[in-house]
């Protein structure tokens, strides 16, 4: 799918998504950061300090330092504009797509968002998203590929038509139309998707379920946050897809109540990650693509 999701709700799983990223994660629950809060903002290159959110090679030397997460959705691409379901399935950015990753990595390097280390999935999309941004932003880092930060993969389903995918999902769980299923106060993410999998008849190519999306995804994010904590700390850019975030925030038990169109190509939700504990910031912001317009 990699869709814009229609409709988000209260999220009703959270405790069993988080317990499915076998983390011993000290905090999952209600973090909260100013919304205009910015990660690695204004900080001198090869200094290290408290927070570990300097630029600096060999910064921290050997001390653990706080790790910010810049979690960030590719750009649009060829099957997001067919609107076709795109989980392991990949296709690469439009030109649309392209541009706005650049935006954003004009919009860090403006607001002086320093950048230690870049990860992204292993997909095409995720590494042209990844190399743009870095590129624009003038880091001369390199991607480090992770297939754990893929998209869901939606089994039988990749490919299809979204429209397609998410009425069989709807009648699945009683709703007459797609809109209807969306439109309910009832309706929560991670079980649709849980939906979608059970009505997945790939046996060569199986779907998986929200918790293993979940699971993996929370996995990629803490080695990543581990690593670059036993380095001094820093600022990470990881380029994902929408879903991923979603079901990863959702674990966390973010407030995804205002992603109402679903994640937004180029967004970025900010991850703290501090002495074994997550804390979240913004949610799918789009102010540093608006500064690099």
């Known amino acids: 799918m990699d869709k814009d999701v229609l409709r988000t709700s209260p999220v009703s799983r959270r405790t069993s998504l988080a ?43 050997g001390r653990r330092g706080a790790v910010t997460l810049l979690v960030t959705r590719h750009g649009r691409t060829m099957l997001n504009t067919l609107d076709r379901v795109q989980g392991y399935a990949d296709s690469p950015l439009t030109e649309p797509g392209v541009a706005i990753a650049r935006q954003l990595g004009t919009g860090l390097g403006r607001e002086d968002v320093e950048i230690d280390a870049v990860h992204c999935a292993d997909m095409v999309r995720h590494f042209q998203t990844a190399s743009s941004v870095i590129e624009t932003h003038g880091s001369d880092l390199t991607p480090t590929r992770d297939a754990r930060l893929r998209e869901i993969n939606f089994g039988s389903y990749e490919g299809e038509k979204n429209g397609v995918y998410w009425t069989k999902i709807a009648n699945s769980l009683g709703y007459g139309s797609q809109e209807e299923l969306m439109s309910s106060p009832d309706f929560d993410m991670p079980t649709a998707l849980d939906a979608g999998a059970a009505l997945s008849d790939g046996t060569e ?13 929370l996995k ?10 036993s380095d001094g700390g820093g600022t990470v850019l990881v380029v994902t897809s929408g879903l991923t975030i979603y079901l990863a925030l959702d674990a966390l038990g973010a407030d995804l109540s205002s992603v109402t169109s679903g994640f937004h190509n180029a967004s970025v939700s900010t991850l703290t990650y501090e002495d074994g504990e997550w804390s979240i910031g913004t949610v799918n912001d789009m102010s540093y693509v608006e500064a690099g317009a």
């Open 220 to 229: 990629a994010l803490h080695d990543i946050a581990e690593a670059q904590a």
């Open 19 to 61: 317990a499915a990223g076998g983390l011993g994660l000290a905090a999952v629950g209600a973090f909260a950061a100013p919304a205009g809060a910015d990660p690695g903002k204004g900080k001198g290159k090869g200094q290290g300090n408290g927070n570990g959110h300097g630029k600096g090679h060999g910064k921290g030397h």
């Open 205 to 217: 190519v199986p779907a998986e379920t929200s918790a293993e999306c979940a699971d993996r995804a």
